[in-house]
């Protein structure tokens, strides 16, 4: 029994020698830093109130807070001068935003001095518990209740207790973070004496709000500090407005879903009722079943009922159906009746206007394109077809035929000279001026490009060979002229050559067929495309006419400059 006891004497000195020992040691941490220093912050706070204190070696930037708050450390010096590691999670509080020293609520029992370490640095805090029966007035209010869109006041409550005392620098902070209430964004917040008035509430602005000031107790400063937790609410609650529609489509006999969708306002205590009812022509009430789903928000929560009709009948397109939703602010009761869907209007007449828009943008378009269509054609050649005279074994691009006046055939009944010499100008002046010149065409003119002294069939016959086109300048002269011969072997030439050679004819004045016309003359003249011409000879602008874009586009097609100096055939 006696080895025993001493066994436990020896085990119990042991112990405190050890718990000695770390108290001794730590006292000696702090002894060169805080242990001789004034508290550098004295605070008044009352009882059973939250309440809670920053370490004020920390810096609260974002960037350092991950790195510090595991190095701070908190202590209560006891009244023996050794420190009390604080490690209840009762009165310390880890957040987001460092250390904090958490009085949930604050007791008679935690006044004291309390020291935050951080590293080779400390601070002391002096922190006094008063009891509320101590106060003056009574203390404010510590929690709150706010809906949105209203206005608010909140008080500090502890301004009350020293209403006699010297109070001065009143000061407020929102979360533990400590920041100001005041910013350049929130205008419709004002400070006046102790109170913070919200002239319009929103959502953000629930969280806790800390109030501090100054007041002088024994000729020493003294920090008083109180709490008030807000919460924000969204404005009573509302249900939306509806009405549904049966499908015509569908017809009677077939299921429906109704679904009655109800918008509450935030309430600490969500108790809300939903149900659907529906009374019919004969006055019978039907009653559905049911459990609302609700879903929620840190603003509001939405409910939803939804009731199922197997058959639609014709009776319940005649009854009313009614969404009936309760909570404790109030009750708000919807009706909703069904009806065959009729035909949006509004729909058809935007589906009309596209239509009528499509179909005219369709029109002109259409219209453009067939205005332009030799334009665009010719433009599409230009750039993306190949040139047809490279490689073709032929010498001209087209050959002229025209009646001259060294025609065989001279009529009495002929007009002046200068008349019966326009179709000569306009084959050996305008055409090659055009098609020459500005688009590099390189044409067969008889009497300019061949040589004198051969037999005349035979060089036209030789001259259709080696052309890719026969261009024929028609009018009444020319038709009963010997010139026709050009235009019946031009004709023949086209049917017996294995490379069609192409006919071009141009109404440069009015005729009418003589009897006398071979069969596949007066065939080609009704089957072949013909050009007329509008233009005036003596008119510089008679070059930018429509007229040479259509000749243009019966033309082979042809890129760059043309290669040829010496115009005369060679008959060889």
Request: glycine fraction near 4%; hydrophobic fraction near 35%; include cysteine.
């Amino acid at each position: 029994m006696d080895n025993t006891m001493h066994s436990m004497l020896f085990m119990t000195t042991v112990i405190l020698c050890i718990i000695s020992c770390t108290i001794v040691a730590e006292v000696k941490e702090f002894i060169p830093n805080c242990a001789d220093r004034e508290p550098s912050y004295r605070y008044l706070v009352f009882d059973k109130e939250n309440v809670f204190f920053q370490c004020p070696v920390l810096s609260y930037n974002q960037n350092e807070e991950q790195s510090n708050k595991h190095k701070a450390k908190w202590f209560l010096r006891k009244s023996n001068g050794s420190l009390q590691t604080m490690t209840n999670s009762r009165d310390l509080k880890v957040t987001g935003l460092g250390i904090l020293l958490w009085f949930s609520p604050a007791e008679m029992r935690h006044s004291g001095t309390y020291v935050c370490k951080v590293d080779n640095d400390c601070v002391k805090l002096d922190v006094y518990v008063q009891s509320k029966d101590m106060c003056l007035m009574p203390y404010g209010s510590s929690s709150l209740y706010f809906t949105t869109d209203l206005k608010g006041f909140i008080s500090c409550p502890s301004h009350g207790c020293l209403q006699t005392k010297n109070i001065s620098n009143l000061r407020w902070y929102k979360n533990e973070a400590f920041s100001s209430v005041t910013s350049p964004n929130r205008y419709s917040l004002t400070i006046t004496n102790n109170v913070m008035q919200l002239n319009t509430i929103y959502i953000t602005d629930a969280g806790v709000y800390t109030c501090d000031f100054d007041v002088d107790i024994n000729s020493r400063k003294w920090i008083v500090r109180a709490t008030t937790k807000l919460e924000v609410g969204c404005k009573y609650f509302s249900i939306q407005n509806f009405k549904i529609f049966w499908k015509k489509s569908s017809g009677t006999g077939k299921p429906l879903n109704l679904t009655c969708r109800i918008r509450f306002g935030f309430e600490r205590f969500f108790k809300p009722m939903v149900k659907w009812t529906s009374v019919y022509p004969n006055y019978e009430e039907k009653k559905f079943g049911g459990k609302e789903l609700c879903t929620s928000d840190i603003s509001e929560k939405e409910c939803f009922l939804t009731i199922v009709l197997d058959k639609v009948t014709e009776d319940d397109l005649l009854a009313k159906f009614y969404c009936y939703a309760e909570n404790a602010v109030g009750n708000v009761t919807t009706a909703v009746t069904l009806s065959l869907k009729q035909i949006d209007i509004c729909i058809l007449k935007y589906i009309l206007y596209v239509s009528v828009l499509l179909l005219v943008i369709l029109l002109l378009g259409s219209g453009m394109i067939y205005f332009y269509w030799i334009e665009i054609v010719l433009l599409y050649r230009n750039y993306i077809l190949k040139d047809e005279t490279i490689g073709d074994d032929k010498d001209f691009d087209a050959f002229i035929s025209y009646t001259s006046q060294c025609s065989e055939l001279h009529m009495e009944s002929e007009k002046s000279y200068s008349d019966n010499n326009d179709e000569e100008r306009f084959a050996i002046q305008l055409l090659p001026d055009v098609l020459e010149n500005k688009y590099n065409y390189n044409l067969c003119i008889l009497e300019r490009d061949i040589l004198p002294g051969g037999a005349y069939v035979e060089d036209i016959a030789r001259v259709l060979k080696r052309s890719r086109r026969a261009i024929f300048i028609l009018s009444e002269k020319y038709i009963r002229s010997p010139k026709v011969f050009e235009l019946q072997a031009a004709i023949t030439c086209s049917l017996e050559e294995q490379e069609a050679l192409k006919l071009i004819l141009i109404k440069f004045k009015p005729f009418k067929e003589p009897d006398f016309l071979p069969n596949v003359v007066r065939k080609a003249l009704s089957a072949l495309p013909m050009v007329t011409w509008k233009g005036d000879l003596d008119n510089k602008s008679s070059q930018n006419l429509k007229f040479w874009n259509r000749i243009r586009y019966y033309m082979p097609v042809k890129h760059g400059q043309k290669k040829w100096e010496n115009k005369a055939f060679n008959k060889t």
